[in-house]
């Protein structure tokens, strides 16, 4: 997997060419190394090849490692994100960045109360927002920071036993007050009719 825009950097679709490409150097280098030891056994430039073919895997030990880390972080990012997409009008679709590779064209899109946020996702994950209609707007040109301000203006609800939003039902559990179903429409959420209110419909 290739990285998307929250992490600022330059999307590149020819990772896993550069790995082939690394080891086909590693290849040369010892190839090349063989020859030199059959003119001389004691070459130092066939010694100096073959520490930068141990180096050259080390490294590419290394950047495989870093890829695992990287995917489990987007892993745990998008099941955030996909809970969310459930709490708020939500859909998907794809989007042809340039620079960007074929398989992080996936986007979720949430209509937040405070705007529009959106973040793509890796072909792999899609399962993770499978249950998503298609999204019916367009992108309204947010950028990365503007997104979690947008998240970071989201207003809290006071919760307490028995109070959740419309979307998150449970058997058992009501609104509470008239107060509370206030404050639920204007974080958002869409109150729905089975709830009961504490004094009256």
Not at 145 to 161: D, M, S, V
Request: glycine share 10%; charged share 25%.
């Amino acid at each position: 997997m290739t990285m998307d825009g929250d992490f600022d950097l330059e999307l590149d679709d020819g990772a896993g060419d550069d790995d082939e490409h690394a080891a086909a150097i590693v290849a040369c280098l010892g190839d090349d190394a063989a020859h030199l030891r059959l003119e001389n056994p004691e070459s130092e430039i066939a010694d100096n090849m073959d520490e930068a073919a141990l180096l050259i895997e080390l490294l590419r030990g290394r950047v495989a490692l870093l890829e695992r880390e990287k995917d489990g972080a987007y892993l745990e990012r998008n099941q955030v994100v996909a809970a969310l997409a459930k709490c708020f009008p939500a859909g998907v679709a794809r989007t042809a960045i340039e620079g960007w590779s074929e398989d992080w064209h996936g986007c979720v899109f949430i209509d937040l109360p405070t705007g529009q946020a959106s973040w793509h996702y890796h072909e792999s994950q899609a399962h993770l927002f499978a249950g998503q209609a298609p999204y019916p707007g367009a992108w309204d040109g947010h950028t990365t920071a503007e997104k979690y301000e947008r998240l970071a203006q989201l207003k809290p609800l006071p919760w307490r036993a028995g109070l959740v939003p419309a979307g998150w039902l449970a058997s058992g559990m009501h609104l509470i007050t008239h107060e509370e179903v206030r404050l639920a429409k204007e974080a958002g959420f869409e109150v729905s009719e089975v709830f009961k209110v504490k004094g009256g419909a």
